[in-house]
């Protein structure tokens, strides 16, 4: 009808059937054009659709490989983990001779030398007492030279283990004592008399200039552990590995030992341990209590 009013006014004529057939004829082309159109737009829809299904394809089959690739990555972290533990304690201290009896007295200042860096030990021991012994002992810590008591409390025997809590700290370069008591009445006379399950055992505080030093070096490594995002058991063992690694001259032998207390401290300060760790700890202490003869050998002040 647009077509028809505007020939009426450009022409001033009117053409009868010749309009009506071009106007029918424009009508048929743009049908075809908006049918091309149709066709065109139906063409690149299924085109990208497709193009989009194979990209959806590629990028699930990417993401397949990166998986498997993380979880094979996953595998030989943990793999090299175990070995690297499995390595670190297949090392084995020598051990000073001590008093045989049912509770072996581990740590401090029986394992490779007397010297300690932490200058708040563990003290270990392992092993049970006579069945018919109570388990409620008393566990001191006192000055050599003075016999002074630094530190004294009730302890459990079976509980094998226990940190130093005391208010005064341990001195840089001096020399201590720890031993294990515990109180018996005696039937004939009704009195009380302390009986020691841990002979005196005795342990140095390294010196101030020493212990700054390897406490800026395990800082140091602690930062470049977080980075990595090592878990706090791969951070303990790692310092554990560096107090092993740690030379520290025996006057007696002429030879170097190691920092084996401090090493020791760190494989028990781990919460929640993994089951590789708690298995390394028993085995490391049970063969530390039932040493070879050669093992066994005076140890350094």
Not at 181 to 210: V, Y
Request: proline share 4%; with cysteine; net charge positive.
């Amino acid at each position: 009808m647009f077509n028809f009013k505007f020939n009426l006014k450009s022409t001033g004529k009117i053409t009868g059937k010749t309009d009506t057939n071009k106007i029918q004829t424009a009508f048929n082309s743009q049908i075809k054009s908006s049918q091309i159109k149709i066709l065109t737009l139906t063409f690149l829809v299924t085109a990208f659709s497709s193009i989009s299904n194979q990209s959806w394809a590629k990028s699930t089959i990417t993401l397949n490989y990166k998986s498997q690739d993380y979880k094979s990555q996953n595998i030989l972290i943990a793999q090299q983990f175990t070995g690297w533990v499995s390595k670190l304690f297949g090392k084995r201290p020598t051990k000073t001779n001590s008093a045989r009896s049912l509770i072996c007295p581990v740590s401090p200042g029986l394992v490779d030398n007397l010297i300690i860096w932490h200058d708040k030990p563990l003290f270990l021991w392992h092993g049970q007492l006579e069945p018919e012994k109570l388990p409620e002992a008393k566990l001191i810590v006192r000055e050599f030279e003075t016999q002074k008591v630094v530190w004294e409390t009730d302890i459990n025997i079976t509980q094998q283990k226990i940190l130093y809590k005391g208010t005064k700290q341990l001195q840089p370069g001096k020399l201590y004592q720890w031993l294990i008591t515990q109180e018996l009445i005696t039937q004939e006379l009704s009195t009380q008399k302390a009986e020691e399950i841990i002979k005196p055992t005795l342990f140095r505080i390294m010196s101030a200039a020493e212990r700054d030093k390897i406490n800026l070096d395990l800082q140091e490594m602690e930062v470049k552990l977080k980075a990595n995002k090592a878990s706090s058991e791969e951070i303990a063992l790692r310092k554990a590995e560096y107090f092993l690694n740690y030379e520290v001259p025996n006057q007696n032998t002429n030879k170097s030992t190691h920092l084996w207390s401090d090493a020791i401290l760190l494989f028990y300060s781990v919460e929640n341990p993994s089951p590789l760790l708690q298995q390394e700890r028993e085995k490391l202490l049970k063969d530390i209590c039932e040493p070879s003869v050669s093992t066994n050998r005076p140890i350094s002040l």
